[in-house]
Protein backbone atom coordinates (compact mmCIF):
# COMPACT_ATOMS: atom_id res chain seq x y z
CA UNK A 1 0.00 0.00 0.00
CA UNK A 2 1.45 3.32 -0.66
CA UNK A 3 0.45 6.96 -0.19
CA UNK A 4 -0.51 8.47 -3.48
CA UNK A 5 -2.49 11.60 -4.92
CA UNK A 6 -5.82 11.01 -7.17
CA UNK A 7 -5.29 11.88 -10.88
CA UNK A 8 -8.73 13.82 -11.29
CA UNK A 9 -8.38 15.89 -7.73
CA UNK A 10 -5.70 15.79 -6.35
CA UNK A 11 -6.90 14.52 -3.00
CA UNK A 12 -4.08 12.44 -0.91
CA UNK A 13 -5.23 8.49 -0.24
CA UNK A 14 -4.25 5.39 0.17
CA UNK A 15 -4.03 2.91 -2.68
CA UNK A 16 -2.49 -0.34 -3.95
CA UNK A 17 -2.90 -0.19 -7.86
CA UNK A 18 -5.98 2.63 -8.06
CA UNK A 19 -4.61 6.29 -9.53
CA UNK A 20 -8.12 7.51 -8.43
CA UNK A 21 -9.73 8.27 -5.09
CA UNK A 22 -13.10 5.96 -4.06
CA UNK A 23 -14.92 9.43 -4.98
CA UNK A 24 -13.34 9.80 -7.86
CA UNK A 25 -13.53 6.23 -9.24
CA UNK A 26 -17.51 6.28 -8.40
CA UNK A 27 -17.85 9.07 -10.29
CA UNK A 28 -15.98 7.66 -13.59
CA UNK A 29 -18.49 4.73 -12.98
CA UNK A 30 -21.42 6.78 -13.25
CA UNK A 31 -20.14 8.98 -16.35
CA UNK A 32 -19.04 5.55 -18.34
CA UNK A 33 -22.36 3.79 -17.74
CA UNK A 34 -24.22 7.42 -18.77
CA UNK A 35 -21.89 7.53 -21.79
CA UNK A 36 -22.50 3.80 -23.01
CA UNK A 37 -26.10 4.07 -22.65
CA UNK A 38 -26.25 7.26 -24.61
CA UNK A 39 -24.43 5.41 -27.40
CA UNK A 40 -25.84 2.38 -27.01
CA UNK A 41 -29.31 4.54 -28.40
CA UNK A 42 -28.01 6.57 -30.32
CA UNK A 43 -24.95 4.24 -32.41
CA UNK A 44 -24.22 6.83 -35.10
CA UNK A 45 -23.59 9.96 -32.62
CA UNK A 46 -20.72 12.27 -32.84
CA UNK A 47 -17.73 12.91 -30.24
CA UNK A 48 -19.40 16.30 -29.49
CA UNK A 49 -22.96 14.97 -29.74
CA UNK A 50 -21.88 11.98 -26.59
CA UNK A 51 -20.54 15.47 -24.70
CA UNK A 52 -23.54 17.44 -25.44
CA UNK A 53 -25.64 14.87 -24.81
CA UNK A 54 -24.50 13.51 -21.56
CA UNK A 55 -22.39 16.57 -20.09
CA UNK A 56 -19.35 14.14 -19.45
CA UNK A 57 -16.39 15.98 -20.38
CA UNK A 58 -13.88 14.93 -23.54
CA UNK A 59 -11.45 14.04 -21.94
CA UNK A 60 -13.52 11.41 -19.95
CA UNK A 61 -15.32 9.97 -23.39
CA UNK A 62 -12.13 9.74 -24.95
CA UNK A 63 -10.37 7.74 -22.13
CA UNK A 64 -13.26 5.75 -22.15
CA UNK A 65 -13.05 5.20 -25.61
CA UNK A 66 -9.41 3.81 -25.46
CA UNK A 67 -10.68 1.21 -23.09
Do not use: W
Amino acid sequence: MTLCNCERCGQLFITKFEKRCKACSQLQLNESHKVKDFVRNHPHATLIEVYHQTGVSLKTIKELMRA
